[in-house]
Antibody
């Protein structure tokens, strides 16, 4: 069974840093691109970042470019999101997600981890 | 960036009736080399992550009831629930993954009338 489990969220002051993790199991992690998606309280879904299966390429939403860094350790079946210079508007539930085998949609999601940026 | 616009922020439909949610992209999400629309529909219930319903605009994900269907191509897409059930109350999102940044529609909140 495919499982994605996020961790690392919490309360952080503006300007602070946090590292999120997404632990994967039940599939060959190194075969899949992975994504981070966030959702501010009561708001819609926003794609944050993606990383290729081998980590060779990454992409970011403009709102986090230069502040967030996505990475992965295929030996540990884990993806990370290093978040620096955090702002109040980064407050959200952060989900990791993976496409279904057929490649057309993100059929696997974690339960999310809440990041709150506040003084 | 491709902007995804859903036709309504909220929709109220009677049980057993048809529900239709429209989604328009600011540019085509049809990839000519494989003739696939990079358009996905998700359902999200409170406190839960999104659930994949439809991908490639019209392919139903395994396990999704057949009352859910997707249609459209290019820039205009529709999610149809043929006979609304109480458990379908949720927020529905369209999303394009044709090009980064992968963008979502604003969401349509579906309620029972």
């Amino acid at each position: 069974e495919v499982q994605l489990v996020e961790s690392g969220g919490g309360l952080v002051q503006p300007g602070g840093s946090l590292r999120l993790s997404c632990a994967a199991s039940g599939f060959t992690f190194s075969d899949y691109w992975m994504h981070w998606v966030r959702q501010a309280p009561g708001k819609g879904l926003v794609w944050v970042s993606l990383i290729y299966s081998d980590g060779s390429s990454t992409s970011y939403a403009d709102s986090v470019k230069g502040r967030f860094t996505i990475s992965r350790d295929n030996a540990k079946n884990t993806m990370y999101l290093q978040m620096n210079s955090l702002r109040a508007e980064d407050t959200a539930v952060y989900y990791c997600a993976r496409v279904v085998a057929q490649g057309g949609g993100w059929g696997y999601w974690g339960q999310g981890t809440l990041v709150t940026v506040s003084s | 960036d491709i902007v995804m616009t859903q036709s309504s922020d909220s929709l109220a439909v009677s049980l057993g009736e048809r529900a239709t949610i429209n989604c328009k992209s600011s540019q085509s999400v049809l990839y000519s080399s494989n003739n696939k629309n990079y358009l996905t529909w998700y359902q999200q219930k409170p406190g839960q992550p999104p659930k994949l319903l439809i991908y490639w605009a019209s392919t139903r994900e395994s396990g999704v009831p057949d009352r859910f269907s997707g249609s459209g191509s290019g820039t205009d897409f529709t999610l149809t629930i043929s006979s609304l059930q109480a458990e379908d109350v949720a927020v529905y999102y369209c999303q394009q993954h044709y090009s980064t940044p992968y963008t979502f529609g604003q969401g349509t909140r579906l309620e029972i009338k």
